[in-house]
């Protein structure tokens, strides 16, 4: 061993108990730079003897640490790093950050390390928001530490000016062999296998890469590193692995090779426990990143979307409802079959979200199946039926509602034309003014005529402003009470459609009085202040 090596530790202990101890005050001060502020005198003491431990290691040359599941080892050396439960949980945190190699070089500073135990605070998501914890500390002007460098020692050797040419090479040559056996192998190790770059550096190439080909070679590479997390149980680490590949395949500068790349690798990582997983974090009420995990699932295959559904239908809990329920309208129409099984269920509550997620959906391929659920027979499931058959339109959609306000009982009828109106369906415009214009000796659609009156004025064409006029001049000698009612409802539909028409029909009612004309000036105040608001 070279004499600055011998002397690296001025005390009796070796480089791995050595690491060990720097390794839990770095755990110690991580967990003081996330729970004290700034200005805290323990922060600040911790934090020193975080910066003590570590320069000792590194006072004659750099070291790199691999950073492993469960704990570290230390680059192209023998010497090995005893874990304990604050090396442990050190090592979890770089590994959910991406962290695969640390390499502290001599010239630290205690705001070097600070800096880094400050991008380590940061969740993994918002570090994969930020491009890493490389380039977090590349942004404050780090360069004592180096996160997942493979070649240390040709930076560093680099960065030892005044040297000769020759003995820079000779030293470079020297660490390489003893630091990092990964760039210069054994003979008869695995040289293509020790140089494989890791997760983070594949991840970063394939944003660089445009090739098609290449593309999908990194990406099959970046398959056969990630599995090892999902067999491991590393979900967290490789959660940020799906977030990158979510946004590779969503990058519009991307082919569509390359799309479709990111994406095959994306279906295969996230199959069975590691969407379980995420799942649990979708149902959990406090977790902040519930988007994201949606931006994942969209990406699923089916049998992602059946583990969705199972979930949904087994949670008792609202707000897990609403949470998976978010993530099938996001999913889309890969969802829809799923869904429209759900529809023949026997939990009426089943079926019920099942018909809002269509609705959300809006796909016009679901309204068969919405048809037969219009004519269930629990009201609420029906209620939701028509919400959804209005949402979604179409030819067919307005056809089953309108046959409902011809067949149905007269709540159903009501919500149909209800839903109608709110839609604005212009297809429904001319049924509801025959419906309106009806005549009804005994009453029997008096409801259903005022619903039609105000479905129309809220469809707003100003079209059948003339068929309005006329109801309202039409004089009857039977039911005049109904008739007068229907007036009413009438004149607050030639308000809501508005225009120089409406409102000299109206001013011409206005200037009488009764019943009629106290409704026509009501209306033409409300107009104008429509139009006021609009201005």
Known sequence: MPEDQRNLLEDSEDLGAACQKALAETSKALKAVSFYPDNHPLRSQILSSAYEAITNLVRHAPITLIVQRGGFAIAGRQETIESNPMTKALAQELFARELQRLTFLPELSQADLSALLTALA??????????????????????????????????????????????????????????????APAQGS?????????????????????????????????????????????????????????DQQADPDKSTVCRDAAHTVLQQLILGEMAEHLLNHLEDVDFPAKEAICRILRLSGPEVVDAVV???????SRAARKALGTALVRIGVQAQPQLLVLLKDARVQVVQMAVAILAEIGNRDAVKGLTLTAYHPEGRVRMESIRALARIGGMEATGVLLSLVQEGDEATALQAISCLGSCRNQAALDPLLRLAGKRDLRGKLHALQLEALRAIGRIGDRRVLGVLFKLVRRRSLIG????????????????????????????????????????????????????????
């Open 480 to 535: 005049t009470t109904r008739r007068m009612e229907q007036k009413l409802v009438a004149v607050d539909a030639i308000a809501a459609l508005g225009g120089d028409q409406a409102r000299a029909f109206l001013q011409g009612y206005a200037s009488g009085s009764g019943e009629l004309a106290e409704a026509a000036a009501a209306a033409l105040q409300a107009m104008a202040q429509r139009e006021a608001g609009h201005e």
């Open 122 to 183: 940061v969740s993994p998501q918002k570090i994969a928001e930020e491009g890493g914890v490389a380039g977090m500390l590349a942004r404050n002007g780090v360069s004592a530490v180096m996160v997942n460098q493979i070649d240390v020692t040709a930076v560093y050797t680099k960065k030892n000016v005044g040297q000769a040419e020759e003995e820079s090479g000779e030293g470079g040559a020297e660490v390489v062999e003893e630091r990092t056996p990964e760039a």
């Open 310 to 316: 199972r979930r949904l239908t087994a949670t008792g």
């Open 190 to 246: 695995a040289p293509a296998q020790a140089s494989e770059p890791g997760i983070d550096e594949i991840l970063a190439a394939l944003v660089a890469e445009t090739d098609g080909e290449r593309y999908r070679q990194l990406a099959r590479l970046l398959l056969k590193k990630a599995l090892p997390l999902k067999l491991d149980g590393n979900y967290d680490r490789l959660y940020v692995v799906l977030t990158r590949l979510v």
